[in-house]
Nanobody, 129 residues
Framework: QVQLVESGGGLVQAGGSLRLSCVASAQTFSSYGMGWFRQDPGNEREFVAAISFGGGRTYYADAVKGRFTISRDNAKNTVDLQMNSLKPEDTAVYFC??????????????????????WGQGTQVTVSS
């Protein structure tokens, strides 16, 4: 069982930056691929970024590529999302997620929320224009 808690959301002006952090309870954290997703009212949850269990591979949605960076620290059980050049369309609740399968690089499957079994409660990011 993996429990996830996100933090770092808030209100920021367009062009600004925020850093989201997710801390995991499991001592097996280093064996899970991790992802960030977001959802705003009326829309489905969408993929933002993912990182392999070892941290060597990262994946990004086209909408955030070049602006967001995902990273992890397996010694601290954390996965972060650095968000730069924020736009009003980035406004959403951001969720951290841990993969359903351990020791597996999801690759292109990272984009699918069904590949993740554990979810945090979410943190609100609001970008004003």
């Amino acid at each position: 069982q993996v429990q996830l808690v996100e933090s770092g959301g808030g209100l920021v002006q367009a062009g600004g930056s925020l850093r989201l952090s997710c801390v995991a309870s499991a001592q097996t954290f280093s064996s899970y691929g991790m992802g960030w997703f977001r959802q705003d009212p009326g829309n489905e949850r969408e993929f933002v970024a993912a990182i392999s269990f070892g941290g060597g591979r990262t994946y990004y949605a086209d909408a955030v590529k070049g602006r967001f960076t995902i990273s992890r620290d397996n010694a601290k059980n954390t996965v972060d999302l650095q968000m730069n050049s924020l736009k009003p369309e980035d406004t959403a609740v951001y969720f951290c997620a841990a993969a359903r399968s351990r020791w597996m690089d999801l690759g292109a499957l990272s984009y699918y929320s069904t590949q993740y079994a554990y979810w945090g409660q979410g943190t609100q990011v609001t970008v004003s224009s």
